[in-house]
């Protein structure tokens, strides 16, 4: 009987001793660590970039103007780390200097590495605007949605002269070329007897074709309507450029005919019917330089200028009195020298609108040009 339960204790006990050792998992039996490494997904500032996983490379090319010195990248890996050196990435947080290429380094949970280089380019500017256009000082008016630009030179151009204009001009493109020929502001010549078209090319290559218009003023209409005569000939028979102004509400007029911009009100004069202040006379010198003061492109009219704007269906003063108010019925100087007589230059008489010429030490009124 004793040894019957001997027996049975040993058993009880090779029993529970298996039991112990077959349930598995016991220190060194578990999975191996992840060797996984890669950078899935990476952007800087919303800008994806481009993964080689072959070459571990990382490309983005950031818009035109981005400062690259401190970018936040967003990423995602399968390693357990991302460091930049000794840095630990943060993704969404950690700011890197990308002005030459990055190198990321991801640890596996096993301890192994890859190393991913990123580099950053910044795309080229695709600006290719021209922004100020202007022939012999007159402005062009640019149509930035049609890429146009018109060009309204006054009465008195000579028209060989549209031949070889010289524009100045400013643009936010690398280049501009007139057919395949480079153009330099304030230098380069063009025939503009048709419209001329300006190519401006981009840094990143893209182009923009302005097409520039030039026209020349012409001469108005006398603005005599009544006929003294039976016979046909005279001014009121015909109607070819009927005089139109334009008040540009800073003190000028410009004429639609010959594109010519005028003093509204005498010097001295001021108010928008010029009724304040009084004119002011001037020896012709003194008003030379009265006119050059107003800013750049200001002069006195020519003779044959002058008298473009003298109205003959009205006198006292024999100019339109809404576009030019306050005109005194008086004589305003010219530019134009007398040839009879050197000491002399001619005057506009606006009683009537006739033309005499005056000794130059002698003083009359002005009324300053700006225009060819």
């Known amino acids: 009987m004793k040894m019957l339960l001997?027996?049975?204790?040993?058993?009880?006990?090779?029993?529970?001793?298996?039991?112990?050792?077959?349930?598995?998992?016991?220190e060194g039996g578990g999975?191996?660590?992840?060797?996984?490494?890669?950078?899935?997904?990476?952007?800087?500032?919303?800008?994806?970039?481009?993964?080689?996983?072959?070459?571990?490379?990382?490309?983005?090319?950031?818009?035109?103007?981005?400062?690259?010195?401190?970018?936040?990248?967003?990423?995602?890996?399968?390693?357990?780390?991302?460091?930049?050196?000794?840095?630990?990435?943060?993704?969404?947080?950690?700011?890197?200097?990308?002005?030459?290429p990055v190198s990321y380094t991801v640890t596996a949970a096993d301890g192994t590495i890859a190393a991913y280089t990123v580099t950053v380019t910044v795309a080229l500017s695709s600006a290719k605007a021209i922004t100020a256009?202007?022939?012999?000082?007159?402005?062009?008016?640019?149509?930035?949605?049609?890429?146009?630009?018109?060009?309204a030179m006054p009465y008195g151009t000579n028209v060989t002269a549209v031949t070889a204009l010289v524009a100045t001009f400013a643009t936010t493109?690398?280049?501009?070329?007139?057919?395949?020929a480079v153009q330099t502001s304030g230098t380069t010549a063009n025939d503009f007897t048709s419209p001329v078209?300006?190519?401006?090319?981009?840094?990143?290559?893209?182009?923009?074709?302005?097409?520039?218009?030039?026209?020349?003023?012409?001469?108005?209409?006398?603005?005599?309507?009544?006929?003294?005569?039976a016979t046909i000939g005279e001014d009121s028979d015909y109607t070819i450029n009927s005089p139109s102004y334009t008040d540009n509400g800073d003190g000028t007029i410009t004429d639609n005919v010959t594109k010519l911009t005028w003093q509204k009100c005498s010097p001295g004069q001021s108010g928008a019917d010029c009724a304040a202040g009084t004119a002011t006379e001037y020896s012709w010198d003194n008003a030379g330089t009265a006119c050059a003061g107003l800013g750049t492109g200001w002069r006195l009219p020519t003779r044959m200028e002058l008298l473009?704007?003298?109205?003959?269906?009205v006198s006292a003063p024999a100019i339109n009195g809404v576009s030019f108010p306050g005109t005194i019925t008086w004589y305003y100087w010219t530019s134009t020298t007398y040839a009879g007589g050197t000491t002399n230059a001619w005057v506009v008489a606006f009683g009537?609108?006739?033309?005499?010429?005056?000794?130059?030490?002698?003083?009359?009124?002005?009324?300053?040009?700006?225009?060819q």
Do not use: H
């Open 197 to 229: 078209s300006y190519t401006v090319t981009a840094a990143d290559g893209t182009t923009a074709t302005y097409t520039v218009t030039v026209t020349v003023g012409k001469l108005p209409d006398t603005g005599q309507t009544g006929d003294y005569t």
């Open 308 to 313: 473009t704007i003298a109205d003959y269906g």
């Open 31 to 100: 999975a191996p660590a992840s060797s996984a490494k890669a950078i899935t997904a990476f952007s800087l500032d919303g800008v994806a970039g481009t993964i080689n996983e072959t070459a571990k490379t990382i490309s983005v090319t950031m818009p035109y103007g981005t400062n690259v010195t401190a970018l936040v990248a967003t990423f995602t890996s399968t390693g357990a780390s991302v460091k930049v050196g000794s840095a630990v990435q943060t993704s969404g947080t950690t700011a890197n200097d990308f002005t030459n």
């Open 352 to 371: 009537g609108g006739t033309a005499d010429w005056y000794d130059k030490t002698s003083v009359n009124y002005v009324r300053c040009v700006r225009g």
């Open 173 to 180: 493109g690398e280049s501009v070329t007139v057919g395949s």
């Open 6 to 26: 001997r027996l049975s204790f040993t058993v009880l006990l090779a029993v529970m001793a298996l039991s112990g050792c077959g349930g598995g998992g016991g």
């Open 133 to 151: 256009f202007s022939l012999d000082g007159v402005a062009g008016t640019i149509n930035e949605t049609a890429k146009t630009i018109s060009v």
